[in-house]
């Protein structure tokens, strides 16, 4: 058990915490091995050259990824005021979210179960 008070475990948690530009996009309809097929092609790129690959992505994760990425990019110059040029794809990465279960009729009065899943996608920028 941590020792101190509450708050003096509070501030030390907050120093810790990661200053690093991010955006984060919950609930995403896409599930996470076809988000990162996308992700996997725009991590550790800078900033323009990761755009250029979602935009013309034909995955459906990649219209989701491109917005996710244009917010980042405006969280790091409004909020940290970095420069955009310097920019580049430091994490990227999608988690588990909930799973949607869904029941389809078939043959000789079974049911057959579908999965509609969902993913947390992340994209954290940095400096070079």
Same mark, same amino acid.
């Given at each position: 058990m941590a020792k101190g008070h *509450? #708050?003096?475990i509070k501030r030390e948690r907050n120093a810790q915490k990661d200053t690093r530009p991010s955006a984060k996009l919950s609930y995403a309809r896409v599930s996470v091995q076809k988000a990162c097929f996308v992700l996997d092609a725009i991590r550790? $790129?800078?900033v323009d050259t990761a755009l250029g690959i979602v935009m013309y992505n034909p995955r459906y994760a990649s219209t989701l990824i491109e917005k996710l990425l $244009? #917010?980042?990019i405006a969280n790091a110059e409004v909020n940290n005021g970095m420069n955009r040029s310097n920019l580049y794809v430091a994490e990227c990465y999608a988690n588990k979210g909930p799973t949607? $279960? *869904? /029941?389809r009729p078939r043959a000789q009065g079974r049911a057959? *179960? /579908?999965e509609k899943r969902m993913s947390h996608i992340t994209i954290v920028l940095d400096e070079k």
């Amino acid at each position: 058990m941590a020792k101190g008070h *509450r #708050s003096q475990i509070k501030r030390e948690r907050n120093a810790q915490k990661d200053t690093r530009p991010s955006a984060k996009l919950s609930y995403a309809r896409v599930s996470v091995q076809k988000a990162c097929f996308v992700l996997d092609a725009i991590r550790g $790129k800078d900033v323009d050259t990761a755009l250029g690959i979602v935009m013309y992505n034909p995955r459906y994760a990649s219209t989701l990824i491109e917005k996710l990425l $244009k #917010s980042a990019i405006a969280n790091a110059e409004v909020n940290n005021g970095m420069n955009r040029s310097n920019l580049y794809v430091a994490e990227c990465y999608a988690n588990k979210g909930p799973t949607m $279960k *869904r /029941i389809r009729p078939r043959a000789q009065g079974r049911a057959y *179960r /579908i999965e509609k899943r969902m993913s947390h996608i992340t994209i954290v920028l940095d400096e070079k």
